[in-house]
């Protein structure tokens, strides 16, 4: 289990830390910027990262297999999927204790603060659900059924409909989040992986891991308006900060395709290292730090000219990437 913290400045590893074993695409630094929690899956625990002196300052017992971690948008709380328990550990971030253990459905897979962080959502892999949390009272408080395999939940930025993906029967679930009612399915085909809106909130970007395509969702109408073609094993997304770029992972192809937001095209293919796993873009928007599973390192690409501008080595599978808030670190988590 390690962590490596990065300088973004020299892209170079600055510390190791003996902790970590994450799920992909895992939110890692509070809002504020100053702790790092790190999800420790196969074990009972998450470590507790002062990110001043990129040392850990606790270890908190959660429940089996913790998968995610999440933060409300004042930093006072996280919530942690244990994929192995069927609950969410509730923590208070000032004292970095356990509050709450709330049950919740078979598999939890991942959860998602709406933008108030009143609500959170918690993908339930095993019961084809989701589980809405009150957050002031920390209680579930509705479990909506929806499809086949369950992945992924993305809010609307106003925070008035939640997609789902649900990988195994090929659909999106389109949720009323005032009325928490599923209000529509988009059928776009089996092996769906993550949803992102644009920064405007007019647009959904769904990828086919299977298909290797990215789907269009025009989020007014709930309908498909283009299919991208990108790459096997099409799975992450990532929006520059001025929403006019989206980064996609291809797997299978070891590369990242940026695609043009304004015309839906595939503008520059960038080659990575072996099979990549999550990207990241800096908050200044200039720079995308892509993981590497199977080449052990962080490829770091130049926004403006789509480039490869530094290699990392990090010595282990690499799986989540995250920029602290201050754009000088990023913290990159084992993998599976």
Do not use: W
């Not at 625990?45 to 606790?58: M, P, Y």
């Not at 789907?215 to 001025?242: A, E, Q």
């Not at 291809?250 to 990549?276: A, E, L, M």
């Amino acid at each position: 289990m390690t962590t490596a913290v990065i300088n973004v400045k020299t892209h170079s590893v600055i510390s190791e830390l003996s902790v970590g074993n994450a799920e992909i695409l895992s939110s890692i630094f509070t809002p504020d910027g100053k702790l790092a929690f790190v999800t420790n899956s196969g074990s009972t625990s998450v470590s507790v990262i002062d990110v001043l002196t990129n040392s850990v300052i606790a270890t908190l017992q959660v429940g089996i297999n913790p998968f995610f971690v999440a933060f409300t948008a004042d930093s006072k709380l996280a919530y942690v999927i244990n994929n192995g328990s069927t609950s969410v550990s509730v923590i208070d971030v000032l004292t970095n204790s356990v509050i709450a253990t709330l049950q919740v459905g078979i598999n939890p897979f991942f959860v998602a603060f709406t933008a108030d962080s009143k609500l959170a959502y918690v993908i339930n892999n095993g019961s084809t659900s989701v589980s809405v949390i009150d957050v002031l009272t920390n209680s579930v408080i509705a479990t909506l059924q929806v499809d086949e395999d369950p992945s992924f939940v993305a809010f609307t930025p106003d925070g008035k409909l939640a997609y789902v993906t649900n990988r195994g029967s090929g659909t999106v679930s389109v949720i009323d989040v005032k009325t928490h009612c599923v209000i529509s399915s988009i059928q776009l085909g089996v092996g769906l992986s993550v949803v992102v809106f644009t920064p405007d909130g007019k647009l959904a970007y769904v990828t086919n891991i299977n298909f290797g395509t990215m789907s269009v969702i025009d989020v007014k109408r709930h309908s498909v308006i283009s299919t991208v073609p990108v790459g096997l094993g099409s799975f992450d997304i990532s929006f520059t900060t001025n929403g006019k770029l989206a980064y996609v992972i291809n797997r299978g192809f070891g590369n990242v395709s940026v695609i043009d937001v304004k015309t839906h095209s595939v503008i520059s293919t960038v080659p990575v290292g072996s099979f990549p796993q999550d990207v990241a873009i800096s908050p200044d928007g200039k720079l995308a730090y892509v993981t590497n599973t199977n080449s052990a390192s962080v490829s770091v690409i130049d926004v403006k000219t789509h480039n490869l501008i530094a290699t990392v080595p990090v010595g282990f599978p690499a799986g989540s990437v995250a920029f602290s808030p201050d754009r000088k670190l990023a913290y990159v988590i084992q993998t599976q």
